[in-house]
């Protein structure tokens, strides 16, 4: 079974595999809100492909949010606090304009 983006339904299977969830969300990174089994590299490929993925990462890391931040500067506001200083630097490098409608 597939979903609208042609994915598969990684909910449908009760053991789900890592290559499987893998695949997905090099495809699509927000297929990461079905992955049960999160790893740093399902995790890391998810927000690579798209940095909104951050909200359904379980255990954030710096790098994580770094590269989530980098893919795309809105994730920001998905970043916990611990690593929000670190990514709001990267914003700051890479457009000073877009902090206002970040912050505000």
Known sequence: MTDNNGLICMNDFEDQHEEICLTAVKQNGM???NVIKQTPKICFAAVKKNGMALQWVKEQTEELCMTAVRQNEDAL?????KYFEICLDIVKQND????CGLLY
Do not use: R, Y
């Open 31 to 33: 297929a990461l809100k």
């Open 96 to 99: 000073d304009g877009l902090l």
């Open 77 to 81: 506001q998905l970043v916990k606090d």
